[in-house]
């Protein structure tokens, strides 16, 4: 099976390089390097040319957007697989031979998420579920986060693209929860998605609370929010989502910690703008191609 990465960037080198090291310890070649640059210049020049040799990378260039990049990827991926690493994060060795050892084991399986850490033994990138199983429309949101998605290229064939009003460098005030909402469709559409809390991808946690840190945690709260008000979720789950960050507000100032009860009111704020984004913005409805169940099931049956 052929694995295709599609990794988007912008600004980074030397994590860049890291990715491309830790593809080098995987056990497994069969693999495309898809690399979406959106910088100005050709800082990645060297660190690609380095690792060339090792397997095949097509350098792309597009303008900003991380959810635009990766359509962008995927208009011209050939794997089996679809992976959506980014472009701060890096495997542990042998990752991908496993990743790609389950999807042979287990045909029925149709995507595979995991959980992040931070190469030290600590979960990073937010709160993960210590349950495996499949992912449904509740738990999605402790199941996956998107440079730990891997599905078969049926799935990204039916599903369609990222909604690019959502994610890092869209023209909209939702900084994340493209690779949620984009499961979200995949599950509506009768995907088995299944989440491993074993299959860890590593990925930096700064935890700075400053003001830059504030701010983006209000637009990945608005991400959030939106997803929320797209797939109209009932309001109790929708409050609930809501009351979590005032309460770890209430709870650092109780504490003694002002800056990071400032950085969990950023999140509610964020949130709470995005759910009222469905009467902002008008009707919102779930962003795929309109594929049809017989499709599905003869996509099913051919691959099986």
Request: glycine share 10%; charged share 25%; net charge positive.
């Amino acid at each position: 099976m052929k694995v295709s990465l599609i990794l988007a960037t912008r600004t980074r080198v030397a994590e860049i390089a890291r990715f491309l090291r830790s593809l080098t310890r995987q056990g497994y070649d069969r693999l495309e390097v898809i690399v979406v640059d959106q910088n100005e210049d050709d800082r990645l020049e060297a660190a690609l040319e380095e690792h060339n040799p090792f397997f095949p990378i097509l350098h792309l260039r597009s303008e900003a957007g991380l959810s635009r990049a990766r359509n962008l990827g995927m208009s011209t991926a050939r794997g089996d697989i679809v992976a959506f690493p980014d472009d701060d994060c890096w495997y542990p060795d042998g990752f991908l031979a496993r990743v790609v050892s389950e999807f042979q084991a287990r045909p029925s399986v149709d995507g595979l998420t995991g959980r992040s850490g931070d190469g030290q033994g600590k979960p990073s990138g937010g709160s993960f579920s210590s349950c495996p199983g499949r992912v449904d429309v509740e738990n999605v949101w402790k199941k996956g986060i998107s440079y730990t998605i891997f599905l078969r290229s049926l799935v990204c064939a039916a599903v369609g693209p990222f909604d690019e009003e959502l994610g890092v460098g869209a023209q909209t005030p939702f900084g994340s929860g493209e690779e949620t909402d984009y499961l979200i469709r995949a599950v509506k559409l009768g995907f088995n998605i299944q989440y491993r809390p074993d299959l860890v991808v590593f990925h930096p946690n700064p935890k700075l609370y400053n003001h830059s840190h504030r701010a983006k945690a209000f637009r990945y709260g608005a991400g959030m929010g939106r997803v929320l008000s797209k797939h109209r979720y009932n309001l109790c789950f929708s409050l609930y989502n809501l009351m979590r960050p005032l309460g770890g507000a209430i709870l650092s100032l109780l504490t003694l910690r002002p800056r990071k009860a400032a950085y969990h009111l950023a999140i509610a704020g964020g949130r709470a703008s995005g759910l009222w984004s469905r009467w902002l913005i008008g009707s919102a409805e779930t962003f795929s191609r309109p594929w049809s169940s017989d499709i599905l099931i003869a996509r099913r049956a051919k691959r099986d």
